[in-house]
């Protein structure tokens, strides 16, 4: 008796699609989003129990501040395919019209940009 064929499987099948691909490497920043998040828990751990000099030699590191930046790009990423994916989940009708996706998107992208740059005046404002 032979045993019944299996199909081997095709570790990069999401390779072969530009949309699987994006999907993927989306999934993927979810770890980067992820160590943003922890990154800022602990800066503000150290703001409360003042161990604040402490936080600031290790993200001083060279490795540390190449970890951010590799994050900071992987959240960016993550945050415009989510915001662009919007359209496609949120169907939004004004008096039986449905409002057109680039609507939505840039409407998305226009309250990101407000919230980053109230944030950057809060954060980046002269005592």
Request: no cysteine; proline share 0%.
């Given at each position: 008796m032979t045993a019944p064929y299996v199909r081997g499987r095709d570790r990069l099948w999401f390779a072969r699609s530009r949309r699987?691909?994006?999907?993927?490497?989306?999934?993927?920043?979810?770890?980067?989003?992820?160590?943003?998040?922890?990154?800022l828990l602990l800066m503000i751990a150290a703001l409360t129990g003042g161990g604040y000099a402490g936080f600031v030699a290790l993200a001083g590191q060279p490795w540390m501040i190449a970890v951010n930046v590799v994050a900071l790009a992987a959240t960016c990423f993550h945050a415009i395919t989510f915001l662009n994916l919007a359209p496609k989940a949120t169907v939004v009708r004004l008096d039986g019209w449905r409002v057109p996706a680039w609507m939505i998107q840039g409407g998305n992208h226009s309250a990101w940009l407000l919230v980053s740059a109230v944030v950057a005046y809060v954060v980046l404002r002269s005592p």
């Open positions: 699987y691909t994006i999907f993927v490497l989306r999934e993927l920043t979810s770890v980067f989003v992820a160590w943003t998040v922890a990154f």
